[in-house]
């Protein structure tokens, strides 16, 4: 099946709800084997502001925590017009990835200037040298996920680059066109130690039987609606919902509504588990 075209990447909703809304109806879970956070709950409220940004707020989505996400943090991050970094990255041993949700990102990396627009994805390895601000008119939106990144003897730190959703393929799986991820790094690449993709259903496509693995993920909706298995319970997502599933949580997709349903998702990959808690 071909995608649909506009492809939308949802971000939070910022503001309040109204004064009379209904507490009840949240929805937040938090529990020891996956967090459910609904786009509802990322108001302006619950932003963080950072040291060397400027004009710039970010929900802080998943932070390294005993019981909750161990290996990554995840932001989804606003820069109004003129505002942005020099000194964006404060830990020179993490590495990172963009995702660009609405308006366009000035990046330069390694010296070389990008403009990045919806869509827009980079792999920051550790130590690179970049700096990211908003010159437009508009708010620049933008996923970024953070992790201390792990070497390997014999592998080299993985190099960066820019690319876009839309200039990468849906790789399908066996026997299916309604369940694929689009992968920016190669899956064969051991360099990579974690992998920042996208995963598409298409309406009424899903997951067979409940995922069991060692890897963490983080899952961002971007687009569309499913029922979501996480570890026993089925839970209604939309974009700007926000999921995270502790290693071994049974995990599995049914895609509903009419449109595509993609998140953005987070594993860690080609790494020995530490033997030490």
């Given at each position: 099946?071909?995608?649909?075209?506009?492809?939308?990447?949802?971000?939070?909703p910022g503001g309040l709800p109204p004064m009379d809304?209904?507490?009840?109806?949240?929805?937040?879970?938090?529990?020891?084997?996956?967090?459910?956070?609904?786009?509802?709950?990322?108001?302006?409220?619950?932003?963080?502001?950072?040291?060397?940004?400027?004009?710039?707020?970010?929900?802080?989505?998943?932070?390294?925590?005993?019981?909750?996400?161990?290996?990554?943090?995840?932001?989804?991050?606003?820069?109004?017009?003129?505002?942005?970094?020099?000194?964006?990255?404060?830990?020179?041993?993490?590495?990172?990835?963009?995702?660009?949700?609405?308006?366009?990102?000035?990046?330069?990396?390694?010296?070389?200037?990008?403009?990045m627009q919806s869509g827009g994805y980079a792999f920051?390895?550790?130590?690179?040298?970049?700096?990211?601000?908003?010159?437009?008119?508009?708010?620049?939106?933008?996923?970024?996920?953070?992790?201390?990144?792990?070497?390997?003897?014999?592998?080299?730190?993985?190099?960066?680059?820019?690319?876009?959703?839309?200039?990468?393929?849906?790789?399908?799986?066996?026997?299916?066109?309604?369940?694929?991820?689009?992968?920016?790094?190669?899956?064969?690449?051991?360099?990579?130690?974690?992998?920042?993709?996208?995963?598409?259903?298409?309406?009424?496509?899903?997951?067979?039987?409940?995922?069991?693995?060692?890897?963490?993920?983080?899952?961002?909706?971007?687009?569309?609606?499913?029922?979501?298995l996480l570890n026993t319970d089925w839970v209604d997502?939309?974009?700007?919902?926000?999921?995270?599933?502790?290693?071994?949580?049974?995990?599995?997709?049914?895609?509903?509504?009419?449109?595509?349903?993609?998140?953005?998702?987070?594993?860690?990959?080609?790494?020995?588990?530490?033997?030490?808690?």
């Amino acid at each position: 099946m071909t995608l649909p075209v506009p492809r939308t990447y949802a971000f939070p909703p910022g503001g309040l709800p109204p004064m009379d809304a209904d507490a009840a109806l949240n929805r937040a879970v938090f529990t020891t084997a996956y967090a459910f956070i609904p786009a509802v709950t990322m108001r302006d409220i619950t932003t963080s502001y950072f040291p060397d940004w400027h004009r710039t707020r970010a929900w802080i989505i998943a932070r390294p925590l005993s019981g909750f996400a161990e290996t990554f943090a995840q932001y989804a991050v606003e820069v109004a017009p003129g505002g942005g970094s020099d000194r964006p990255e404060p830990d020179t041993g993490a590495e990172g990835v963009l995702l660009i949700a609405s308006g366009a990102a000035h990046l330069t990396l390694n010296g070389a200037a990008h403009l990045m627009q919806s869509g827009g994805y980079a792999f920051l390895p550790p130590g690179c040298a970049w700096t990211l601000h908003n010159r437009g008119t508009t708010p620049l939106q933008f996923h970024w996920i953070r992790r201390r990144y792990q070497p390997a003897t014999g592998l080299p730190t993985p190099a960066p680059f820019v690319t876009s959703d839309e200039a990468n393929p849906i790789r399908w799986m066996p026997g299916t066109d309604t369940w694929g991820t689009t992968r920016f790094a190669d899956p064969a690449d051991l360099s990579h130690d974690m992998h920042v993709n996208i995963v598409t259903f298409h309406p009424g496509g899903l997951i067979p039987f409940a995922e069991t693995h060692v890897m963490e993920h983080g899952l961002y909706v971007l687009q569309g609606t499913a029922r979501y298995l996480l570890n026993t319970d089925w839970v209604d997502v939309a974009p700007g919902d926000f999921m995270w599933l502790r290693a071994f949580c049974p995990q599995a997709c049914v895609a509903t509504g009419t449109e595509p349903f993609r998140y953005l998702l987070y594993k860690d990959v080609n790494r020995h588990p530490s033997l030490t808690l």
